[in-house]
């Protein structure tokens, strides 16, 4: 189609128009199970060229980014994405990738959101201090835990 460019997925978008009165509606859609939520959200992009997209509470929404920046520091040249863990959600995961990757890899760090994040009371933090990231031991396996650092030595656990 003329008049398209190429996005950095290959994937085909108009020219942003300019002058052209904008604007967006939020709406909330719920469906009685996961299939038709997936359903919906393919045929929403496939016929419309819309992406359903699930928004945080903002004070979740700032600890994500809380969270993000301090692994952005500690993994300077990567793109790192935060959001709930699937198999805890009150813990943060995180993934990275080099710019222009398409995969995004696992990071060990994980950051637990506090218990009373939703209630008046709670006031975010200015920072995250992530804990020290685990070594890895001559060999590729994984060192360092509590017995090793109980024994007095470097923390590492190379046996």
């Known amino acids: 189609m003329e008049g398209l460019r190429p996005t950095l997925t290959g994937a085909e978008t108009p020219p942003p128009s300019e002058g ?3 604007c967006s509606m939020p709406v909330k859609v719920t ?3 996961r299939q038709s939520r997936i359903i919906f959200e393919k045929t ?3 016929y419309a060229g819309v992406r359903a997209s699930q928004s945080y509470p903002k004070p979740v929404r700032n600890e994500m980014t809380l969270f993000r920046k301090a692994l952005q520091d500690r993994y300077p040249d990567m793109v790192i994405m935060t959001r709930p863990d699937n198999a805890n ?10 710019d222009g990757d398409r995969k995004w890899t696992p990071l060990p760090e994980t950051h637990a959101l506090p218990l009373n994040i939703m209630l008046s009371s709670y006031s975010p933090p200015n920072h995250i201090v992530l804990p020290d990231p685990v070594s890895e031991c001559p ?3 994984i060192g360092g835990g ?11 656990n190379c046996d």
């Open 20 to 22: 052209e009165p904008f």
């Open 31 to 33: 469906f009685s199970d």
């Open 44 to 46: 929403l992009s496939e």
């Open 89 to 98: 959600p009150l813990n943060l995961a995180a993934f990275m990738k080099k």
């Open 139 to 141: 060999d590729g396996a």
């Open 146 to 156: 509590e017995s090793a650092a109980a024994d007095g030595d470097d923390g590492m």
